[in-house]
């Protein structure tokens, strides 16, 4: 099956000349428009905290979809940001872009982002993984000796990181440095908050015969109250394994970007600018592993044409 092989443009940049532009994330772009924010999705694939010259087909569209479905889901544990996916409900200085903000956009509420990235890990893997190899713990967490890669943790933890622009690479910190950074208190809150979202996203996905190996969230605040942001539960923010196909002590067949990180650690390139050019194949199989994560997520499929 090869849904992603489609004629439909890649879009990887934005240019709304009447609205104003706030910022350009490694994959989003962020415009202001009143009292609230439009993010677009790009196709635009960062890994590595490096962000590629060539784009993702769908890859937008999917993350957006994905979040809205995810943000519904997770209202009673804690409000959110996202006020609209559809185009017909955005304001009207909108209208000149609506093909290209169809599909891959959210208008939210304009909040304060807090300034870590809140990860919460239910399976050892990853940058978790390497630093456990070498000190037998995660962000500072002991972990139980003898653990192997992939294997599921005894109870979820949560590891923090500081957020990274394009180009500078996040850093695990440990939750005592959060706690530095947003206060105990908040500190405390998002920690609570993003292991519930993980638990019960958990649980959602397992019926669905995917497995949430780990996952990244962001909070920001309005007007004193704590929001959940960005985006929520996706492939670019989480680690998706088949659970038919899934065996600890080893990496695992993912429906996320880890197959482009696979490419690129088999390339030897260095993790530094600029960033290589991927093969076409390796572009076309990542898109069909985040349209296959829509699909068994949600039940929903894009229109590819």
């Known amino acids: 099956m090869s849904r992603s092989r489609s004629n439909k443009p890649v879009i990887t940049n934005t240019d709304f000349p009447t609205l104003t ?29 490096i ?3 060539q784009g993702i087909p769908f890859k937008g569209q999917v993350l957006t979809q994905i979040s809205s479905f995810w943000f519904a889901r997770m209202r009673d544990i804690i409000p959110h940001h996202l006020v609209s996916t559809n185009v017909e409900e955005f304001p009207a200085a909108c209208e000149p872009y609506r ?35 070498q000190t037998g ?11 192997v890669e992939s294997q ?13 622009e394009a180009g500078i690479h996040d850093e695990n910190i440990a939750f005592e440095r959060a706690a530095i950074l947003v206060g105990v208190g908040v500190a405390k ?13 958990a649980a959602i996905a397992e019926q669905k015969g995917l497995i949430i190996a780990d996952t990244k969230m962001e909070f920001g605040l309005r007007g004193g109250e704590m929001l959940l942001i960005d985006e929520l539960l996706t492939p670019d923010s ?25 490419h690129l650690i088999s390339s030897n390139w260095n993790k530094q600018p600029p960033a ?3 093969p076409t194949e390796v572009i076309l199989t990542t898109s069909q592993k985040y349209l296959e994560a829509l699909e068994k997520l949600t039940g929903e499929t894009l229109p590819l044409n």
């Not at 994959?27 to 590595?48: K, P």
């Not at 809150?189 to 996203?201: C, G, V």
């Open 152 to 164: 599921k943790l005894p109870e979820p933890i949560f590891t923090p990181s500081t957020k990274a």
């Open 238 to 262: 989480s680690r998706f394994w088949p659970q038919d196909q899934y065996a600890p002590g080893r990496a695992q067949e993912s429906y996320d970007k880890q197959y482009v990180r696979d």
């Open 99 to 133: 093909e290209v903000l169809a599909g891959r956009s959210m208008l939210v509420k304009k909040t304060e982002p807090l300034p870590v990235e809140c990860i919460v890990r239910g399976y050892i893997s990853g940058s978790g993984w390497n630093e456990y190899k």
């Open 189 to 201: 809150t998002l920690r609570e908050k993003s292991l519930q979202i993980y638990q019960r996203a």
């Open 21 to 49: 532009l706030v910022k350009r994330g490694k994959v989003r772009d962020v415009y202001e428009i009143g009292g609230y924010f439009l993010i677009v999705a790009t196709d635009r694939l960062s890994a590595f905290d």
């Open 137 to 147: 713990t995660v962000c500072g967490i002991k972990l139980p000796a003898g653990l």
């Open 51 to 53: 962000v590629f010259s």
């Open 276 to 278: 290589p050019d991927l």
